[in-house]
């Protein structure tokens, strides 16, 4: 599911929802919302997932198409509940 392609591919930046390389990149929906293109929405969430930003990887062609789609949701899931209060 979506917590383990987070954990195997992302956590090492993104660990808890924060972001250890960008200060204020986090994964909280507040976060996402100001500096994301296209807001807190699935299909922001996973455009930056298949091509990257700065020094985030793209990851279209690494993960598989289900992969994608399982730490969008995941990452959407937990941006307004686990994560909401990451700074």
Same mark, same amino acid.
């Given at each position: 599911?979506?917590? /383990?392609?987070?954990?195997?591919?992302?956590?090492?930046?993104? %660990?808890? +929802? +924060?972001?250890?390389?960008?200060? +204020? @990149? %986090?994964?909280?929906?507040?976060?996402?919302?100001? $500096? !994301?293109?296209?807001?807190?929405? @699935?299909?922001?969430?996973?455009? =930056? %997932?298949?091509?990257? @930003?700065?020094?985030?990887?793209?990851?279209?062609?690494? !993960?598989?198409? /289900?992969?994608?789609?399982? %730490?969008? /949701?995941?990452? $959407?899931? =937990?941006? +307004?509940?686990?994560?909401?209060?990451?700074?």
């Amino acid at each position: 599911g979506g917590a /383990d392609v987070f954990a195997d591919n992302c956590s090492t930046c993104h %660990v808890n +929802g +924060g972001n250890v390389i960008s200060a +204020g @990149k %986090v994964l909280s929906k507040t976060a996402i919302e100001e $500096y !994301l293109d296209g807001g807190y929405t @699935k299909e922001a969430i996973e455009y =930056q %997932v298949r091509n990257g @930003k700065g020094p985030m990887p793209a990851w279209e062609g690494v !993960l598989s198409e /289900d992969e994608i789609v399982a %730490v969008t /949701d995941y990452v $959407y899931t =937990q941006a +307004g509940g686990a994560w909401a209060n990451v700074s």
